[in-house]
C-alpha cells in the first residue's frame, strides 16, 4: 500500500552533478526506513545510501563524500543529491522503502520504485 516514482535521472557529463527524487504515496506513515539502490550490467546490485531510522545515514564506500541522502517526512520525498559524478555511478537507481506495523494500517513490508537511469559520460 505504499507507492514510489523516482525521477531526476538523466545524461550528464563526469563531475557534475544531478539529483533524485523518490516521492512516496499510500500509506506513507508506515514508512520507517528509505534508501537507494543501483545496479549497473555487469555488477551486483548494491545499497547507495540510507536512512534506516532517524537521522542515522549510511552510504557505501565508493560515494562517501560525493553523494548525500536526505529525507523530506512532510513532503513525503526522498532525496539523492549527487556531486562530483563518475562513470562507474551509471546506473539504474531505485528507491526502497521499508514499513513496519507503527499503525493499525500498517504491516512489515519492502517497497521498490521502478528506477531512473544515471549515465555519466566520461
Known amino acids: 500500500q505504499v507507492q514510489l516514482v523516482e525521477s531526476g535521472g538523466g545524461l550528464v557529463q563526469a563531475g557534475n552533478s544531478l539529483r533524485l527524487s523518490c516521492v512516496a504515496s499510500?500509506?506513507?506513515?508506515?514508512?520507517?526506513?528509505m534508501g537507494w539502490y543501483r545496479q549497473a550490467p555487469g555488477r551486483e546490485r548494491e545499497l547507495v545510501a540510507a536512512i534506516p531510522s532517524g537521522v542515522t545515514t549510511i552510504y557505501t564506500d565508493s560515494v562517501k563524500g560525493r553523494f548525500t541522502i536526505s529525507r523530506d517526512n512532510a513532503k513525503n520525498t526522498l532525496y539523492l543529491q549527487m556531486n562530483s559524478l563518475k562513470p562507474e555511478d551509471t546506473a539504474v537507481y531505485t528507491c526502497?522503502?521499508?514499513?513496519?506495523?507503527?499503525?493499525?494500517?500498517?504491516?512489515?513490508?519492502?517497497?521498490w520504485g521502478k528506477g531512473t537511469l544515471v549515465t555519466v559520460s566520461s
Open positions: 526502497n522503502a521499508i514499513t513496519t506495523a507503527v499503525a493499525a494500517m500498517c504491516y512489515g513490508m519492502h517497497y
Open positions: 499510500g500509506d506513507t506513515i508506515c514508512i520507517s526506513g
